[in-house]
């Protein structure tokens, strides 16, 4: 597999890789990066999941964020 990257992105590499190689550094990031969307997926779709349980609309969220927004804005005040 080839790779190709931005010559300031490979310097940032190379700057951390000093104590281990590209390839393992390009593998653990590529790690952490597939562990990471996994658990995003997964909190993603707990909340369609409580969504769908509860019947909230796209409007009752909108209604929570501008009550949350005023409220924020009033103690600032």
Not at 27 to 51: C, L
Not at 62 to 77: L, N, P
């Amino acid at each position: 597999m080839n790779i190709s990257f931005r010559q300031d992105l490979l310097k940032q590499i190379d700057e951390v890789a000093r104590t281990e190689s590209r390839s393992e550094l390009v593998r653990e990031a590529a790690r952490m990066y597939i562990e990471r969307k996994r658990r995003m997926d997964a909190v993603i779709e707990s909340i369609r999941e409580i969504v769908r349980e509860r019947g909230i609309t796209e409007e009752d969220v909108a209604a929570e964020i501008a009550a949350v927004r005023a409220e924020r804005k009033q103690h600032r005040s």
